[in-house]
């Protein structure tokens, strides 16, 4: 059982990918806001984060590139979710920080061999492209 933090604003959504996990064996942290996903992410030792791009407030891009510049979550796995019309945005996603990225409406085994796939890898030493000369 491994550790994942869930930020998805849509309630149907977080529910879906919420109960996939959990059946998938993961213990399970929901927000529905990237404020309070990071302030989880920094008390809390997750193993992954799966995170919403189209969030109220401080979107995903924000909070990833947040997360990746502090110490604490700088290693941590982090897949996006984003929405259909955004798949043009694959350079960018992978720019903030995440490590992968599925597109709504996402297939769950899609989404689940991605997290396995991650968690496998675990947290490694980044080769930190982004932000770096
Ligand atoms: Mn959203």
Same mark, same amino acid.
């Given at each position: %059982?491994?550790?994942?933090? /869930?930020?998805?604003? @849509?309630? =149907? $959504?977080?529910?879906?990918?919420?109960?996939?996990?959990?059946? =998938?064996?993961?213990?399970?942290?929901? $927000?529905? @806001? =990237?404020? +309070?996903? #990071?302030?989880?992410?920094?008390?809390?030792?997750?193993? /992954?984060?799966? %995170?919403? #791009?189209?969030?109220?407030?401080?979107?995903?891009?924000?909070?990833?590139?947040?997360?990746?510049? @502090?110490? #604490?979550?700088?290693? /941590?796995? %982090?897949?996006?979710?984003?929405?259909?019309?955004?798949?043009?945005? +694959?350079?960018?996603?992978?720019?903030?920080?995440?490590?992968?990225?599925?597109?709504?409406?996402? *297939?769950?085994?899609?989404?689940? *061999? +991605?997290?396995?796939?991650?968690?496998? +890898?675990?947290?490694?030493?980044?080769?930190? =492209?982004?932000? $770096?000369?």
């Amino acid at each position: %059982m491994k550790k994942i933090l /869930l930020v998805e604003d @849509n309630a =149907a $959504s977080r529910k879906l990918f919420g109960d996939l996990l959990v059946r =998938a064996g993961h213990d399970v942290t929901l $927000s529905d @806001n =990237a404020d +309070e996903g #990071i302030e989880r992410a920094l008390d809390t030792r997750f193993d /992954l984060i799966l %995170m919403d #791009i189209q969030l109220p407030g401080t979107d995903g891009f924000t909070a990833a590139k947040l997360l990746r510049a @502090n110490a #604490i979550t700088r290693d /941590l796995p %982090m897949i996006a979710v984003t929405a259909h019309a955004m798949r043009g945005d +694959e350079r960018r996603i992978l720019d903030a920080g995440f490590d992968a990225y599925v597109a709504k409406p996402v *297939s769950y085994r899609l989404l689940l *061999s +991605e997290v396995e796939r991650l968690l496998g +890898e675990g947290a490694r030493q980044r080769q930190r =492209a982004v932000g $770096s000369p």
